[in-house]
C-alpha cells in the first residue's frame, strides 16, 4: 500500500489502491443505482408524499455507496458495495402506495364493467 500525506493534521493515510471495476461489476452498480431511483410513479399527489419518502432513503443510499466508491481513500470493491446498496434498498421497498400503473388499470376496468365499456 502507498502512504500519502493529508492536509487533515492526522498524519498519512493509507491509500488503498485498488484495480479498477471490471465491465460487469461496473453495470451491476449502475443496474442497482438505476433499481434505487426508477420506482413507479404515484397515482395521486397524496400517495406521491409516500413515494417521495421512499425515494430520498433510497437516493441517500445511492450517494453513500457513490461516495464510498469515489472516495480517493475508498478501498473500492464494487461487488461489496452494490451488494450492501441492494440490500439497503430492500429496507425500503417501493411499497405502501398506489402507482399510476395501478390506478390506471383500476379505471380500465371500470371502464370495461359499465354499459357499453367493452367497444
Given at each position: 500500500?502507498?502512504?500519502?500525506d493529508?492536509?487533515?493534521?492526522r498524519?498519512?493515510?493509507?491509500?488503498?489502491?485498488s484495480?479498477?471495476p471490471?465491465?460487469d461489476?461496473?453495470l451491476?452498480?449502475?443496474?442497482?443505482?438505476?433499481?434505487?431511483?426508477?420506482?413507479?410513479?404515484?397515482a395521486?399527489?397524496?400517495?406521491?408524499?409516500?413515494?417521495?419518502?421512499?425515494?430520498?432513503?433510497?437516493?441517500?443510499h445511492?450517494a453513500?455507496?457513490l461516495?464510498?466508491?469515489?472516495?480517493?481513500?475508498?478501498?473500492?470493491n464494487?461487488a461489496?458495495?452494490?451488494?450492501?446498496?441492494?440490500?439497503?434498498?430492500?429496507?425500503?421497498?417501493?411499497?405502501?402506495?398506489?402507482t399510476w400503473?395501478?390506478r390506471?388499470a383500476?379505471?380500465e376496468?371500470a371502464?370495461?364493467a359499465?354499459p357499453?365499456?367493452?367497444r
Open positions: 500500500m502507498i502512504l500519502k493529508t492536509t487533515f493534521g498524519g498519512k493515510l493509507q491509500d488503498h489502491s484495480p479498477a471490471t465491465r461489476e461496473l451491476d452498480a449502475l443496474r442497482a443505482v438505476l433499481e434505487a431511483v426508477d420506482i413507479p410513479y404515484a395521486t399527489v397524496g400517495e406521491q408524499r409516500t413515494r417521495d419518502s421512499i425515494l430520498v432513503e433510497r437516493v441517500g445511492v453513500v455507496m461516495r464510498g466508491l469515489l472516495a480517493e481513500d475508498s478501498w473500492r464494487w461489496w458495495s452494490t451488494a450492501y446498496l441492494r440490500e439497503r434498498l430492500a429496507d425500503h421497498p417501493a411499497t405502501g402506495y398506489k400503473e395501478t390506471a383500476e379505471l376496468a371502464r370495461m359499465s357499453g365499456g367493452a
